[in-house]
């Protein structure tokens, strides 16, 4: 057997035997003995939720839904990106410093914060916004902001140059909030940086709110990876999760028009 296929059923097994892969394998079984039972509803039922969760974690399905947001707005390398009054940097990017972390950890869109220093350190502006309160507010707790200033000044930007906005609870809170603090300081562009699957509804929000910004994104899931067929096809938890946030994106779009926070 060679050294490639035992590398691809290295990859391969432990997503069959994961708790999604057993899943599957028994909504499947639940689905064939249903339908040799002539239980036509219940054949139904299981084949729908077999496919939702094959197709939903399957690699190349989760990139088809990630990529139709992601590709809106292409990346833009810190040379070509253009000078503006302030980057307004988006919460998200670490988590709270709950028991037993001792401070915020990062998490999958840390590039956010990386991203917004590279930005400022390249002269892009004088100004950093961090942004995003506490959701849910812990005892004792801090605010998204407050960990993602910290990583700056690690990252080489000053103290003097963060502004930091505690309260926002959502993007729409955040276009609220920077909206007031650019008037007061008398902003009028910006470097919006996200990730890219969260940029089109960030970048509508803030327009809708009337401020200028220039998007910026990062944190880029949807990545061209040549991988065997075996691999495209399995689900996995990781791919499964890509795809209700890429789902979760679409729902927020829409809710966000309903209630006006968009055009």
């Known amino acids: ?8 059923l290295a990859k391969l097994l432990p997503h069959l035997i994961s708790p999604l892969g057993i899943a599957l394998g028994l909504i499947l079984l639940l689905t064939l003995l249903a339908a040799l039972g002539r239980r036509w509803r219940e ?3 299981a084949s729908a939720a077999f496919l ?3 197709l939903g974690g399957s690699p190349w399905v989760a990139k088809g839904f990630v990529r139709t947001l992601e590709s809106q707005y292409p990346p833009v390398a810190v040379k070509d990106a253009p000078s503006a009054d302030a980057i307004i940097l988006l919460g998200g990017g670490v988590t709270a410093s709950l028991p037993p972390r001792l401070r915020g950890d990062l998490n999958e869109a840390a590039d956010r914060v990386l991203f917004a220093s590279r930005l400022y350190r390249a002269g892009k502006a004088p100004y950093v916004i961090a942004s995003g309160g506490s959701v849910f507010p812990q005892s004792n707790g801090r605010p998204q902001s407050a960990f993602a200033s910290e990583l700056l000044v690690e990252w080489g930007v000053p103290e003097d140059a963060i502004l930091v906005d505690t309260e926002a609870r959502n993007t729409y809170e955040e276009a609220v909030s920077l909206k007031q603090m650019a ?3 008398r902003m009028q562009t910006f470097l919006l940086v996200t990730s890219a699957m969260h940029m089109p509804r960030a970048r509508a929000v803030f327009q809708t709110a009337g401020l200028d910004v220039i ?3 990062t944190d880029f899931e949807a990545v061209d990876r040549e ?3 075996s691999l495209l096809i399995t689900p996995n938890a990781d791919e499964l ?3 209700t946030r890429a789902l979760r994106e679409y729902l927020g779009i829409v809710v966000y028009r309903m209630r006006g926070w968009i055009d």
């Not at 060679?2 to 590398?7: K, N, R």
């Open 183 to 185: 008037a007061e300081r």
């Open 52 to 54: 939702l969760l094959f």
């Open 1 to 8: 057997m060679g050294t490639d296929l035992w590398i691809t």
């Open 227 to 229: 991988m065997p067929f």
């Open 241 to 243: 999760e890509k795809t």
């Open 43 to 45: 054949t139904a039922v």
């Open 215 to 217: 998007p910026v994104p």
